[in-house]
């Protein structure tokens, strides 16, 4: 069978334990109200504050749901990037995660999602589990890619785009509900499961002082790309490659219609059906 | 006419209808085809044959394959990966377009893990570099940042478009069809659990015209005006992130950076000031009428038309106006 071929560890690290073991994965994103520029083919955007991204945050709040209804669990954070991503995996540690896994390296600049997920499979070698969950996208880079081929990669069932989860009562299965277009879609799902989280599943809660506090005190272990042996790991060699980033055209400033209310809303009628042919 | 190419095009559909984002995708194809003495065949996974394979040659398929087994009766990404890993093992294919719907994002990435091969998501522009390679044109950061990719490495290189980019009309053409049955695996426990829920509604992503609201709507409860226009003009109601988070409407409703991103013929901005995250999920639209009380309101440096007013006084001359030329 071709499917799962690929997959490094599948059936070596589920937990199957008494309590219930989430991964989550965080990444660090530009603030969305940043105004951005483009500097040597990278977007920058000076002054501004980096932030979870919000899909992920949707992630860490299901997570920490779920321990509110099930004490026993434990609740680890994922996450690759620079000494700077710290600052989002302490506020997701106060938000309610037990521990952290930070992903950090020079080699990991620059990785595409096929690789991304290659190198968040092989830390996940080292982290036992029932449950994934990652953001549906993350808003910098926008390919809705790497939660996917992460579970393809460990061999394991995937829901993305996800706006409910229901657990049976031994936490031994899940009804999910999914997002299409103009729809939505339900299964059960047995776990181990990875999920990718769309707003609408929940409402992501501020730290709070006690878990700022708390927070201070959590684990967050370094791996770095030797730590994780990725010399022997498949990385795809770059198979997207970036010609050119550029800001896109500003529109041109349009025309503010004057006149009574039932001269601008002829005027506009007759303007988008004779000059646009749009109705 | 050699072929030197080979274009897939996988198509979308729900209970029995075509996705019309398969038919930009298909057309999309062919154009890039068309450059580089190219063969595009429409890969539609169903029950059985069904669907109108014309209408598939007719935007641009040279040949349509049919892959048929009960079991893909409806998408399930397990089934559609295993049914068209099996097929890129026997058949070559150097490019693999999908539409970037939430399913095509998804099955993209499979295909990519299990085949190692690379993925653009939500192409909005394609083109053939001076070498005879695809290059594709995706937004980042929600369309605040365009980036040009191309590919390298083992094929086929795989890629999505976003709705609404492509659309070109049908034409008169000659193609083949072709029906094969479809070898899969046992039903999975989710084959069997799963239920669709997909409803007549017209997604924010797909309508030609988006009528959105925010704050300035003033309440729930006048969202009708917008539904009133949004049915007058075949189009679909949008949402500000302020209004979803007041639970005024659904978030799959919302429009910008942490909802989706639309790109209508018409978009209408109702009572939105056009935070930074709106405009960039917004501002890719083809006309923008901006209606607003504040003649300072962000909203109005991207829009094509604006109309300074209370948005509940205007919506309902508009509405009529409109009525009364589509003779409704």
């Known amino acids: 069978m071709q499917i799962g071929s690929r997959c490094d560890n599948i059936h070596v690290n589920y937990n199957f334990g008494v309590g219930m073991k989430i991964i989550v994965c965080v990444k660090q994103v530009l603030d969305t109200a940043a105004q951005i520029q483009i500097d040597n083919g990278s977007i920058v955007s000076p002054g501004s504050s980096r932030i979870i991204n919000p899909y992920d945050e949707f992630a860490i709040e299901e997570a920490v749901c779920i321990k509110e209804k099930k004490p026993d669990t434990e609740i680890t954070l994922l996450s690759l990037g620079p000494e700077g991503f710290k600052d989002s995996i302490k506020k997701a540690l106060a938000m309610g995660a037990d521990k952290a896994v930070h992903l950090m390296d020079d080699k990991f600049d620059g990785l595409d999602s096929y690789a991304l997920a290659r190198v968040l499979g092989r830390s996940i070698d080292k982290i036992p589990y029932d449950l994934i969950l990652c953001g549906r996208q993350a808003v910098d880079v926008d390919s809705a890619q790497t939660g996917p081929a992460l579970a393809t990669f460990l061999g394991i069932p995937f829901v993305t785009v996800v706006t409910g989860i229901d657990f049976s009562d031994n936490f031994k299965s899940a009804k999910i509900t999914r997002q299409v277009e103009g729809g939505s879609e339900v299964c059960v799902l047995p776990l181990p499961l990875l999920l990718t989280c769309q707003k609408g599943l929940n409402e992501p809660r501020l730290p709070s002082l006690k878990g700022i506090m708390a927070a201070k005190k959590k684990e967050v272990l370094t791996f770095s790309a030797s730590d994780l042996d990725i010399d022997t790991l498949d990385m795809g060699d770059n198979r997207v490659i970036e010609e050119n980033l550029w800001l896109p055209p500003e529109r041109k400033e349009g025309i503010i219609l004057q006149g009574t209310g039932d001269e601008i809303s002829g005027e506009l009628v007759r303007l988008l059906r004779e000059e646009h042919k749009i109705i | ?328």
């Open chain 2, 1 to 328: 006419m050699s072929v030197d190419c080979v274009l897939g095009v996988v198509i979308e559909h729900y209970h029995g209808e075509t996705k019309p984002v398969s038919l930009e995708v298909l057309s999309a194809a062919r154009k890039l085809a068309d450059q580089i003495s190219g063969k595009v065949i429409a890969l539609c996974l169903c029950q059985s044959a069904n669907l109108e394979a014309n209408l598939f040659i007719q935007h641009g398929a040279d040949k349509v394959l049919f892959l048929t087994h009960p079991d893909l009766q409806h998408y399930i990404h397990e089934n559609y990966a295993f049914a068209l890993l099996r097929l890129l093992e026997k058949s070559s294919f150097d490019y693999l377009l999908l539409p970037a719907t939430n399913n095509g994002k998804e099955l993209s990435a499979v295909l990519s893990a299990q085949l190692g091969v690379g993925v653009a998501t939500d192409c909005i522009a394609l083109s053939v570099n001076k070498e005879g390679y695809v290059e594709a044109v995706r937004p980042v950061s929600s369309g605040k940042a365009h980036s040009m990719v191309r590919f390298s490495g083992k094929k086929p290189h795989i890629l999505s478009l976003r709705p609404n980019i492509f659309r070109s009309p049908p034409f008169s053409r000659q193609g083949e069809t072709i029906e094969e049955k479809a070898h899969l695996p046992e039903l999975s426990q989710r084959v069997q659990d799963l239920v669709i829920q997909v409803g007549s509604q017209l997604d924010i992503t797909e309508a030609r015209i988006v009528v959105s609201g925010g704050l300035g709507m003033q309440g729930p409860e006048n969202f009708k005006l917008l539904e009133d226009l949004a049915e007058v003009l075949g189009g679909a109601v949008g949402a500000s992130r302020p209004v979803v988070d007041n639970r005024w409407r659904d978030y799959s409703n919302q429009v910008g950076q942490t909802g989706r991103t639309v790109s209508p013929d018409l978009y209408f901005a109702c009572g939105i000031s056009g935070a930074v995250q709106h405009l960039a999920g917004m501002s890719s639209s083809g006309c923008i009428v901006a209606i607003n009380s504040d003649p300072n309101a962000a909203i109005f440096s991207v829009a094509d038309y604006g109309i300074v007013g209370d948005v509940i006084q205007v919506l309902p001359s508009l509405t009529r106006e409109f009525k009364k030329i589509l003779a409704l």
